[in-house]
């Protein structure tokens, strides 16, 4: 199920995300809707990052994003998982990021709060996730 529209997000953005995230060595970043992968690719390169895996439902960005994680020669830290975010199990997260509409948010909501442990960090560019 597509849950959003694919906008690159902007790299300001992007490292924006991922300090509101805090991310650390010790993560396991997931994003959901990964697009050409680019919030995985910084989680590693520049944060460090442990490990970053992105969802992605359109094949097109799949293979993008595969191409540019091997140019970066990390394709022993970063995976990408050609599939619905919805089915895919989340629970090894520490971090997880979203760039979704406000209602592709409320459609993976539950999934968030059955999987993710307590302390998971999410950060969601644009929309807000309802409390």
Known sequence: ???APYVPTSLDNV??????ARVRADDVVFDLGSGDGRILIMAVREFKAKRAVGIEFREDLVNEARTLIRRY???SKIEIIHGDALNINISEADVVTLYLTSQGIETLRPKLEKELKPGTRIVSLSFKINE
């Open 1 to 3: 199920m597509i849950l």
């Open 15 to 20: 490292r924006r995300m991922l300090e509101i």
């Open 73 to 75: 020669d990390l394709e």
